[in-house]
């Protein structure tokens, strides 16, 4: 594990700025914020459900950090038969000459977006990642010119970024949210490789779930677990709607709701199913969109059942007005590598929305503070809803307590407090391959 140097610790606090930021007891402390960041994601900045990468972003630019945000560079080819697949490759390629001619575009207050022009996947095989190192590493410098960049923070959540970032003397901070070595199409012992590698570099670790802390603290002791976080203000205004979707409101109650993908990798569809087969009388609310590149065959059976209705995608602004429609909200997981390895978002969103949660047994339901109901298999599934549906939602004091710090100001604010206490900036000409 590195650590940057005092002169280099002086330069850092030259750069950066004091501000003010909510701590735990609801006291404001003042946190070094970086004058500048730049962002690898493995999301896109328009997906349709935000997640940790562009929260963070967001929640940098407004204590006055210049966020350059780096969309995914693509971690799982396409395969040859999905049709999907090959439409979202074209799009990815369509957006990545339009940055490479174009710059970085803000997005948001703060936070400029780049479409890298990569070949996705390209890390399989030396000669595409030499192209995509030459490729990124040029973008790159040229927003970071036309940005004023100058010794930026590193935030990743990949580490494929590590080719274009050369002869480290500075902060890198590995935002660790996922088991992506466990993600279908992504090959896992050339993730792993890489990974080994961003973590003996990066100055700070940050994990999001207990086992994903556990991994990361072996070669890099300066890891913390802080599990995901909530915009409170905006998931707490489902207990002021006053009028339910139309598409929502024609679905009987009781409702039982999910939000998120539906990826067959993650949510146990058959466990589902059999729920909805032994209570017709219980309504299952799907909001979200299938996995770009699955085809499940369970899916198209549920779709055929009366009491299971697939929503589709729905705007984050418009989340509230749908969980406030909820009589219970459901993480039905299954448990595999990967998901053993999450902390999902949608917890502290439920439970801000005044909605208690059934679950499957993930680890991170035994994590300290949690509130939630857990059930593995179908017949303890129904008891744990039935339990729920009589007990009603959490009142508004109720869900602040269980939410406690876990806000994305909180979290940002301990995060810079932990990078910053000992570790400096990386100049633009170490970051950048010429």
């Known amino acids: 594990m590195s650590s940057g140097s005092p002169s280099a610790l002086n330069r850092t606090r030259d750069k950066a700025a004091n501000v003010e930021m909510s701590v735990a007891d609801g006291s404001l402390e003042e946190v070094l914020a970086p004058e500048c960041c730049i962002m690898f994601a493995t999301a896109d900045w328009d997906e349709p459900y935000w997640t940790n990468k562009q929260h963070c972003a967001k ?8 966020v350059l945000y780096v969309e995914s560079v693509g971690l799982r080819g396409p395969k040859a038969a999905s049709k999907k697949d090959w439409r979202r490759l074209i799009s990815r390629a369509m957006k990545g000459l339009a940055s490479f001619s174009l710059g970085a575009v803000e997005r948001d207050k703060g936070v400029f977006v780049l479409s890298p022009l990569v070949i996705p996947a390209g890390y399989r095989f030396s000669i595409l990642r030499w192209l995509n190192k030459v490729l990124l590493g040029s973008m790159l410098r040229r927003a970071g010119k036309k940005l004023c960049f100058d010794k930026p923070l590193i935030w990743t959540y990949h580490p494929f970024m590590l080719d274009v970032v050369i002869d480290k003397s500075g902060p890198l901070l590995y935002h660790c949210v996922d088991d992506l070595a466990a993600v279908p199409g992504v090959d896992a012992q050339a993730f792993r490789s890489a990974e080994e590698s961003l973590l003996r570099r990066a100055d700070a670790v940050f994990a999001t779930a207990p086992a994903l802390a556990e991994h990361c603290r072996k070669l890099n002791l300066n890891t913390h677990y802080l599990p995901n976080v909530v915009d409170y203000e905006h998931f707490s205004a489902a207990r002021k709607v006053h009028e339910l979707p139309p598409d929502l409101s024609a679905i009987p109650e009781p409702r039982l709701g999910y939000v998120g993908v539906l990826s067959d990798f993650k949510v146990d569809f058959e466990l589902i199913f059999q729920v909805a087969r032994a209570e017709p009388a219980w309504h299952w609310v ?7 590149g699955q085809s499940s065959e369970l899916l198209r059976q549920l779709r055929e059942i009366p009491n299971v209705h697939f929503l589709g995608h729905k705007s984050y602004r418009d989340l509230p007005g749908y969980l406030a429609g909820f009589q219970v909200a459901t993480l039905p997981s299954l448990i ?3 998901t053993d390895s999450m ?3 949608k917890y502290f969103e439920y439970i801000s929305a005044g909605k208690r949660v059934v679950a ?5 339901t035994r994590s300290p503070n949690i ?3 857990t059930a593995l298999g179908e017949q303890k599934f129904r008891e744990a809803v039935a339990s729920v549906l009589q007990r009603g939602g959490w009142s508004e004091k109720e869900s602040l307590n269980i939410v406690g710090e876990n806000t994305w100001e909180r979290r940002l604010s301990r995060m810079l407090r932990e990078l910053f206490r000992q570790q400096s900036p990386l ?8």
Do not use: H, Q
């Open 59 to 66: 929640s940098l630019a407004a204590v006055g950090t210049k």
């Open 286 to 292: 799907l909001i979200g969109e299938e996995r770009e």
């Open 336 to 338: 595999n590598k990967y």
């Open 343 to 345: 902390f999902p978002m």
């Open 360 to 364: 499957t047994p993930l680890a991170f």
């Open 371 to 373: 509130e939630i109901a």
């Open 427 to 434: 100049s633009l000409d170490s970051l950048i391959d010429r």
